[in-house]
């Protein structure tokens, strides 16, 4: 993907393949961009289970089980809804291994948060940890704080959801530059020819590559909304 993008920037904006051969190296230092967005693709569907998860918890806490006992019935329970390929029933089982291995619970759980790398798994698992310290209400704790990661949860999907539409917008818009110059270059061959064929040209097709790049990195910023 990385090098057809750069074969599709050099053929749009300089016919050169010199210019390919000089973008080449970014092509194959793709996947090191592209890693970023597929962490945060695997971050938001994580925390989507793990908000399922959480309320799965602490609905078997309110049953009556041990915390123990609870994160064993909600493997179970969390394979019917994501099955066994879902991340947090994985998660969840991997606990309950370990701690059945007699490892504390309070260290397992922070484990599980520094691995994930969610803030809100980090802050169940400080909150449970002060929680089983003090000797404070466990189930009422945790039902508390499952509740507000689930509002949390909740406004991310939304937010998702509302600019749902507006992402699909920007990859079109992202698209119809190189639309409107392959449509103009088979519509009237040689419109382009002083622009390619020319120093100045050059300098100003730079200069569009430029400005798009910037609108590009701008809308990703706009739609990039923190919660």
Partial sequence: MG???????????????????????????YPLFRRKGLREERLFRL????????????ANL??????????????RELELVFGQSGMIQKEFDLMVHQIQMNRPAEQVLYEFGQRSGLEDVRNFAQVFNAARRSGGDLVAIIDHTAGV???????KEEIANMTAAKRLEQRIMNMIP???????????PGFFDMIYGTAAGRILMTICLGVYGIAFWLAKRILAIPV
């Fill in 178 to 188: 190189f639309f409107l110059i392959f449509y103009i270059d088979r519509a009237s």
């Fill in 47 to 58: 925390n989507q289970e793990f908000k399922e998860g959480i309320q799965i918890l602490a």
């Fill in 149 to 155: 990661i689930r509002d949390k949860a909740q406004v």
């Fill in 62 to 75: 309110s049953a009556g089980y041990s915390f123990e006992n609870a994160l064993a019935n909600s493997v």
């Fill in 3 to 29: 090098i057809a993008l750069c074969g599709l920037i050099s053929y749009t904006f300089y016919r050169s393949m010199l210019v390919f051969c000089i973008l080449l190296p970014l092509g194959a230092a």
